[in-house]
């Protein structure tokens, strides 16, 4: 994979200096015209010759073949538009758009043009999620209750108080809870169960943004509760209640840390099958279905993505968070 980033900001910082170690090259930079400082030290720490300040330029660099981007959630639909019209593969971070309208267009452009994209939310391709799918779920019974809560204080809620709007809080640039924290959690749970019959948000909303927010998914049978919040902090947890035991992680859903099954027999076992860095399985499942050809599971992943967008997108909607291009 010879990749080109879009973007400088701290995702970029954190998934960059594990690439190389994953078989993945970094052959390009972009950022803005602001942000030249920043190119040159992304390009310069990871060898790449490819500098730029238009995005448009870096989807046009036949050295590249697949765009990572990772820029505010409001441009993910124009670049990841820009990269597959332009012949290459893209890992979007996540949303994979502002709305299910735009995800679901870049899905159909996706497939039409043959080209890999992938979703970069982690969840479902972490270890112990697909233990917990695959092994664990089986052995409780009949599932009654699934809590899932991803609350974590935010630093820019400090800014957002204080009069100043950052992207993370703005509704004209697709921020809020439950398109970042929530859409783990609703990750999470529709990984697990699929869609929901009915869902429904009821956010705490500030200046016309939630802030953090309670989704409650309605399935046969049983009920989950998913709490987001960037308002306050509590310690993360992913709990499954069923007829003949539970499951539970304390750990944030895009880590999926270490899991202790509970039967009521009495017998407590706990498995942590983790890689040692949080992306890692990520993108090594990227690299393996691309150097395969595999679409097939690559569209799997990313009809389940838009699944999720739909999801989040009717509450979102219906809990009172309205975007500028939902009204397009």
């Not at 590249?64 to 670049?79: E, G, M, R, W």
């Not at 992913?238 to 202790?260: F, K, L, R």
């Not at 279905?289 to 799997?300: A, F, H, K, N, T």
Request: aromatic share 10%.
């Amino acid at each position: 994979m010879k990749l080109g980033i879009v973007g400088t900001g701290m995702i970029v910082r954190m998934v960059a200096p594990n690439l190389a170690a994953w078989g993945v090259e970094v052959v390009a930079v972009a950022g803005t015209p602001r942000s030249v400082d920043e190119i040159d030290e992304l390009a310069d720490a990871y060898g790449a010759k490819g500098r730029y300040t238009d995005y448009h330029d870096l989807v046009a660099d036949p050295n590249v073949d697949t765009i990572y981007v990772a820029v505010p959630n409001f441009l993910h639909y124009s670049v990841s538009e820009a990269a597959l019209l332009a012949g290459k593969d893209v890992i979007c971070e996540k949303p994979l758009a502002s709305n299910f309208e735009e995800a679901s267009r870049l899905a159909e452009l996706a497939k039409k043009e043959g080209r890999f994209l992938w979703e970069a939310v982690v969840t479902t391709r972490q270890p112990n999620f697909k233990l917990v799918r695959d092994e664990l779920l089986p052995r409780i019974g009949t599932v009654k209750v699934v809590t899932v809560n991803y609350s974590q204080y935010s630093s820019r809620y400090d800014a957002f108080r204080a009069g100043e709007v950052l992207p993370a809080f703005d509704p004209a640039k697709a921020g809020g809870a439950i398109m970042d924290l929530g859409l783990y959690t609703l990750t999470y749970t529709i990984g697990l169960f699929g869609e929901p019959a009915k869902a429904t948000y009821l956010p705490n909303i500030e200046r016309g943004i939630d802030t953090s927010g309670i989704a409650i998914l309605d399935y046969d049978g049983f009920r989950a509760v998913n709490v987001c919040a960037k308002d306050c902090g509590a310690p993360s947890v992913m709990q499954i209640q069923g007829t003949d035991g539970y499951i539970v992680s304390n750990s944030q859903p895009n880590i999926c840390g270490a899991v202790t099954l509970h039967l009521n027999d009495g017998t407590e076992e706990t498995f942590d099958c983790s890689k040692p860095v949080m992306w890692q399985a990520e993108f090594e499942e990227f690299l393996h279905q691309q150097e395969e050809g595999d679409l097939v599971e690559c569209y799997r992943q990313l009809d389940q993505s838009l699944t999720v967008s739909r999801v989040q997108n009717t509450i979102r909607y219906e809990g009172g968070v309205v975007f500028p291009g939902d009204k397009a």
